[in-house]
């Protein structure tokens, strides 16, 4: 068992020993819980690549509390990239920047590029703050499954790897954060995330690209695999205009279903469990629920679990990418 901390001044000093030592440490952060190790120490790195089973061409996220790692960690940074960090940091927004050689290449799965981001979540800044030192964070989450949005969902995910899990609360935006890189000197889009593209385009005046990832044979996010986010139970897509006439792919006799669904839409009859995320319509509530909505279905012995897309627009956009890539198989 790994031991769940209430964010106490000492126990943040311990879980801060622990990362100067190369041990991992699960910390809540306003987006979703991170596995946090040393971002300039190689063994901490492999231990998060290993604990967490993820492939080594997945780069990380480094996590920092201060500005004045900026210039240390990254290089040559394009002129959007101070407005972006003047506007959104601390907050959702991972910026991918070229990298100095202090980051090792484990990070950033040998890319020249690193991805850096400033969490707001007051723990997560304590803890960067009494460490002293950059943190790898990649979600703390087994790779491939769902992100966690409670400190009792990593508990339920690793039993051992992890020196403790800081217990900082629900987490407030509930989806990851967004990332920005530049291609061709341009910024854009390279994942979804806590603050929407339209807010992103009004503060830098401009359009921001979105980054298709199919396109790539050598993927600018490599994170970005069609499958991902995925509970063990088997998510269909709901289309937003099912066929007239034609039979709906739910209501399976004998099947246990589930439900996720927004809005005050008529919730369709026969389901074992109705998820909505914001009766109210509010994009805010929807992204902080869907992650443990997920969570709670995929422990409810449901033989499917059928989702409606979200309107297509703020922060819609990355909960409908989580539900799409929920909903694949590889
Ligand atoms: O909100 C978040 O970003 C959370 C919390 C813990 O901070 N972290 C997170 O990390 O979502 P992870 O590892 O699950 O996702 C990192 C994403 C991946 O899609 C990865 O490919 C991309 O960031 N990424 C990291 N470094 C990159 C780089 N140098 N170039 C392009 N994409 C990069
Ligand atoms: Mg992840």
């Not at 940074?77 to 407005?83: D, N, Q, R, S, T």
């Not at 088997?234 to 399976?252: D, S, T």
Request: aromatic content about 6%; proline content about 11%; charged content about 20%.
């Amino acid at each position: 068992m790994i031991p769940v901390l209430l964010p106490t001044p000492e126990n943040i000093r311990r879980a801060a020993d622990a990362l100067r030592q190369g041990n991992l440490v699960a910390m809540p952060t306003e987006t979703v819980y991170g596995l946090a190790g040393d971002a300039l120490n190689p063994q901490a790195l492999a231990k998060i690549f290993s604990v967490k089973q993820r492939p080594f061409f997945d780069p990380l996220i480094v996590h920092i509390a201060d500005r004045s790692w900026v210039e240390k960690l990254c290089d040559q940074l394009p002129p959007e990239a101070k407005i972006l960090m003047d506007h959104f940091w601390p907050g959702p927004l991972t910026l991918v920047l070229p990298k100095q050689k202090l980051v090792p290449d484990l990070a950033t799965s040998g890319l020249n590029t690193v991805a850096i981001r400033m969490p707001s979540h007051p723990v997560a800044q304590a803890l960067l703050r009494e460490a002293n030192i950059p943190l790898a964070a990649p979600s703390a989450n087994p790779f491939g499954r769902l992100s966690p949005t409670q400190a009792d969902h990593v508990a339920a995910d690793f039993s051992t790897g992890i020196d403790c899990i800081l217990d900082g609360g629900p987490c407030v935006v509930g989806v990851e954060s967004t990332v920005i890189g530049w291609i061709n000197g341009e910024p854009t889009l390279l994942r979804a995330g806590g603050v929407p593209l339209e807010i992103l385009e009004v503060t830098l005046k401009k359009p921001v690209a979105i980054h298709s990832h199919d396109s790539e044979s050598s993927p600018q996010s490599p994170g970005n695999l069609p499958s991902h986010y995925a509970p063990r139970t088997k998510l269909v897509l709901i289309p937003p205009n099912p066929p007239e006439g034609g039979a709906p792919p739910w209501g399976v006799r004998g099947e246990r279903e589930g439900l996720i669904c927004f809005g005050n839409e008529p919730v369709l009859a026969g389901f074992a469990v109705v998820e909505n995320l914001s009766t109210k319509g509010d994009f805010h509530e929807a992204a902080t629920n869907l992650f443990a909505a997920l969570h709670r279905l995929d422990a409810s012995g449901l033989n499917v679990i059928y989702a409606r897309l979200l309107p297509e627009i703020g922060l819609g956009r990355a909960m409908n990418d989580r539900l799409r890539k929920a909903a694949a198989t590889l």
